[in-house]
């Protein structure tokens, strides 16, 4: 993911007041599903965020950004990686194989569908949209703006742990 050292360049930055919540949007499945499925069934075991890094550094070239090969995306090379991050194979093997994880991917896009997304990397932070693999000045922009609304919500008597119900999910849309 082009975009990977930017989001972890932002979390050393923002620390708690910043988090990741991810949602695949597959655009390539003859391709993507597979690691697709393999992040889920590694997330099940508490290393999403690794087995996502070693997807990327193992199938893309740094450099060019281009895919090295499709077949490194396969589910015997995704099996390698799981193995790399000591998973208990028996559950990532089960997991791989099983409906939840495809359930999962396939709710989640339907999500992001409606939300209009059309393609990846897609970002909403506090549900405003940002598109595309942007500087980090376009994150952080958009950030710096959420967390003083944030401050000035919670100064005026709205509680923290609730900000984000009550401010972004409560105001947004109601229907899409």
């Known amino acids: 993911m082009r975009v990977g050292s930017t989001l972890e360049e932002l979390q050393k930055q923002y620390g708690?007041?910043?988090?990741?919540v991810f949602k695949h949007f597959v655009v390539h499945p003859q391709t993507?599903?597979?690691p697709a499925i393999a992040t889920c069934a590694a997330g099940n075991q508490g290393k999403f965020w690794e087995m996502e890094k070693a997807v990327w550094n193992n199938a893309w070239d740094v450099q060019s950004g281009?895919?090295?090969?499709?077949?490194?995306l396969?589910?015997?090379?995704?099996?390698?990686?799981a193995e790399g991050l000591k998973l208990d194979m028996t559950k990532?093997?089960?997991d791989m194989s099983g409906d939840n994880c495809k359930k999962q991917i396939s709710d989640g896009m339907q999500q992001l569908s409606k939300l209009g997304v059309r393609g990846t990397p897609a970002f909403f932070i506090n549900g405003r949209y940002l598109s595309g693999a942007q500087p980090?000045?376009?994150?952080?922009s958009v950030i710096d703006d959420e967390i003083k609304k944030a401050d000035e919500a919670?100064?005026?008597g709205t509680k923290a742990?609730?900000?984000y119900k009550t401010a972004v999910m409560e105001k947004g849309k109601k229907q899409l």
């Open 16 to 20: 708690n007041d910043v988090r990741f």
């Open 32 to 34: 993507a599903m597979t």
């Open 66 to 72: 281009r895919m090295k090969d499709p077949k490194l």
């Open 74 to 81: 396969d589910e015997e090379n995704m099996t390698k990686l």
């Open 92 to 94: 990532f093997k089960a």
């Open 136 to 140: 980090i000045e376009s994150f952080k």
């Open 154 to 156: 919670i100064k005026g």
């Open 161 to 163: 742990d609730e900000y």
